[in-house]
């Protein structure tokens, strides 16, 4: 069944409430208040409803009025929506993009990105972490479009890879954890002795990876990588982490850097599938090498 209710009635309905009154919404809509009044008559006898309650000095709505406002103006957010996007898709420019990373790179580095990439389109960007093996299965299984992990051989021709950079990485403990207190070097038997604070692989189907611990070391799993800080300061255990995030925690004599253990560089790639190539992505494949920092 085909209905009077129309967008441009509910643009008027929406002006009049905002701007207060009819001539004042007539003047927005570049309209006659008369014409204005005709139109919310000719949908009052329409629907078969009183939208307006004219009763007063000046018209207020009835609740039947107030209902079309509230739900017609979602359909009038929808309809923009809709329009902006085959508006981005007509012009090859994806809706949306996500950017999977591995935990050891800090989000923020990410940042630049968002404003930058305003400036092209209306694409909207979702930075998603993972953990280890989690990172390549949300960029196979396509939760991601890009991802910035560390860098391993990849023997598959459907992936891309560009070097993007490399993050040092410490050892480092609470101040006052034991481990500062041993005699000796800091080898595979020390480290062995040991709880270390892991980062539980975010893989659903795929075979999880563990980094740095040993068979039969005592371990804490912690979810994500903020709790895994959190640990390390609250000496529960001994751990690695980004020198750019040890760094203060150490300034500040919440944590110290373990004797003997030299910081590990470790190299990152942007990595991302060649098919589906839109503009966003294309553009962030250009831009992201040129504004990551050399070392994080």
């Avoid at 107030?66 to 902006?84: I, P, Y």
């Avoid at 996007?85 to 007509?90: D, R, S, Y």
């Avoid at 270390?196 to 975010?202: L, Q, V």
Wanted: include cysteine; charged fraction near 25%; aromatic fraction near 6%.
């Amino acid at each position: 069944m085909n209905t009077p209710l129309t967008l441009e009635a509910l643009h008027i309905i929406d002006a009049i409430d905002r701007r207060g009154s009819f001539t004042a919404a007539a003047e927005e809509l570049d309209r006659v208040p008369s014409s204005l009044s005709y139109q919310i008559q000719k949908l009052e006898q329409e629907l078969d409803i009183v939208i307006y309650d004219r009763s007063g000095h000046r018209a207020k709505l009835t609740k039947a009025g107030t209902l079309l406002l509230q739900k017609g103006r979602l359909l009038l957010s929808a309809a923009n929506q809709l329009v902006d996007e085959a508006c981005a898709i007509a012009n090859g420019w994806e809706l949306d993009l996500t950017i999977a990373y591995d935990g050891i790179v800090p989000v923020k580095t990410f940042f630049p990105l968002v404003d930058a990439l305003a400036k092209k389109s209306a694409t909207q960007l979702k930075f998603q972490e993972e953990i280890l093996a989690g990172s390549w299965e949300s960029l196979s299984e396509g939760r991601a479009d890009l991802l910035v992990t560390p860098v391993i051989n990849v023997d598959n021709p459907q992936y891309k890879m560009l070097p993007i950079g490399a993050i040092e990485m410490v050892w480092v403990a609470a101040a006052d954890h034991y481990v500062h207190k041993r005699s000796g070097i800091f080898d595979l038997e020390a480290q062995r002795k040991y709880r270390i604070i892991a980062i539980a692989d975010t893989a659903r189907s795929k075979p999880t990876k563990s980094i740095n611990i040993l068979d039969k070391q005592d371990r804490l799993t912690v979810s994500n990588f903020s709790a895994k800080v959190d640990a390390l300061s609250n000496g529960l255990g001994i751990g690695t982490l980004p020198n750019s995030v040890a760094a203060p925690l150490i300034e500040r004599g919440v944590l110290q850097a373990i004797s003997d253990t030299p910081p590990q560089t470790v190299a990152l790639g942007l990595f991302w599938k060649r098919d589906q190539m839109g503009k966003a992505k294309t553009w962030l494949t250009q831009q992201m090498p040129k504004m990551w920092p050399k070392t994080l």
